[in-house]
């Protein structure tokens, strides 16, 4: 909700126009604000799950996201000390960025996703 906003929902995103004049004109006539909406695709949702997932402080499980990691990577990244990825006991291998790798994050992300 609001000037900008963005949301996914589902398979389509919903980007909120950043024109406060446009916004407000919009609500005074009782109309919807006017937004763009997008269809967002499986590769799509998986590769914005890494970016997203990664910037928080806990570990991300990788299932469902297979397709968009480069193994070959992830083994560079995990042996020059940048991610750590552990084993819990359903089999899932969570992936977290290390302190090291917390400072470079963006260079690691996009070097991770192929």
Known sequence: IGIGAVSTLGGLRRRNAPSLARYVAALRHGDTPPRELEPID???KALERI???LRLD???ALE?????IDRAALGRLRDGGLVEVGSDRSGREPLKLTRRGRFL???VTADLLT
Request: proline content about 6%; charged content about 20%.
């Open 51 to 53: 970016m997203l997932g």
């Open 58 to 60: 806990e570990p991300l």
């Open 105 to 107: 994050g963006g260079a």
């Open 42 to 44: 499986g590769e799509t």
């Open 64 to 68: 469902g996201s297979e397709s968009v």
